[in-house]
Structures are given as C-alpha cells and as structure tokens.
C-alpha cells in the first residue's frame, strides 16, 4: 500500500478523535479546517504531482498537531499546562509548536516543489526565498486569524489564542521562521535523498 493511501487513513483517524467531545467545535473547526484544506489539495492534484513518503509524513504530522490543538484549542493542551507549572512559564505554549510546523512544513513542500519544477535556477537565493514563502505563509495566516477574531467576537477569541501575550502574533512569524530555517539546515540532505529516490 502506497503512503498516500495510509496518510489518507490516518488523517481521517486523527480527524475523528479530534472531533470527539472537543472544548468547543467552532474553534476545532477553525483549527482543523487548514489539515482538511490541505488534504483536499493533495487529493486534487494527486495525480499531477505526488510528493516524496518524506514530505507526506511530516504533512501528516502537522496535521495531527492541529488536531491536537484543535481538540483542545491551543491554550489548553494538558502537557504544555504541565510544562507551563513545571517551568513556571506565563502561558501554554503548544502553539508554539503549531507555529514552528507552519514554517516547517511549508519550507519542506516548497522546496520539493522548487527542485522537482526547477522554479528557481540560481542556487544562491533559493534556501532565501522558500524562508520568505514561508514568513509570507505564516504572515498571512496572523491576518486570518486577525480577520476572524474580529467578526466572531468571543468565538475568535480562542482560535487567535494570544493568552493575553502582546508580542504574540510577531513571535508566531519567528516560530514560524525559525521552523523553516531548521527544515532548511538540519534535513535538506535527506529530502535530496527522498526526491532522488522518488525520481529514479
């Protein structure tokens, strides 16, 4: 069975769970909304592109990373309200983590397509760029949020998930950049090998 097909499975699992008794359903809604989304894309496009078992894996893990924070919207994860006690730290940082994989990931499928499409043939600013696609991505998705926030009121209120940190939405883009630089430096070599395998 090809991973496509298992990713698939496992996204539907992972949907499911999320969606049973969540802390409220229009803010796992919210959150699950960008995973569904995106499956929807790959299922389209399916056919003219498939990505590497490499990128599909960590897709797959972003998206259980929403589920998570979907299910218990981003402020309220047991394990980083441990973390937070623990450590004495003043919010629940799971969304940190959340926006971490936004960089992440994106800079991962980004990259995959630049090489597999030969979008940028000058070597010396493609890492540059697939960085700026991502902040680009992660700026964008801050306006979303934003966007959001202000027509439902309350409702936004947990799907925005400042925690009362004012620098929140600037730290998010640097978690968010800091996530694609790791992508970048730490597994860029085993994506080649990934994208080499896939094409031979």
């Not at 499911?16 to 995973?35: Q, R």
């Not at 998570?68 to 940190?96: C, M």
């Not at 968010?176 to 090998?193: E, N, P, Q, V, Y």
Request: glycine share 8%; net charge negative; proline share 2%.
């Amino acid at each position: 069975m090809k991973l496509p097909y298992i990713f698939i499975s496992l996204f539907f699992i992972g949907l499911i769970l999320s969606g049973i008794n969540p802390k409220e359903y229009f803010t796992w809604f919210l959150e699950v909304s960008p995973a569904i989304i995106g499956l929807l894309i790959l299922i389209f496009t399916h056919k003219k592109f498939q990505f590497t078992n490499f990128t599909y894996l960590f897709i797959l893990i972003h998206c259980y990373i929403l589920f998570l924070g979907g299910h218990y919207t981003y402020a309220e994860v047991p394990l980083f309200d441990w973390i937070k006690e623990t450590f004495d730290q003043s919010r629940n940082n799971y969304d940190k983590v959340g926006h971490f994989a936004q960089g992440f990931v994106p800079a991962m499928i980004t990259r995959e397509l630049f090489i597999r499409k030969n979008v940028i043939s000058n070597s010396s600013f493609f890492n540059f760029i697939i960085v700026a696609v991502c902040l680009a991505i992660s700026a964008a998705y801050e306006w979303l949020e934003w966007g959001v926030s202000l027509c439902t009121g309350d409702g936004g209120d947990a799907f925005l998930g400042t925690q009362g940190y004012v620098w929140d939405t600037q730290s998010d883009m640097l978690y968010a950049t800091i996530g694609a630089i790791c992508m970048l430096i730490f597994f860029s070599k085993k994506h080649d090998k990934a994208i080499q395998e896939l094409i031979h």
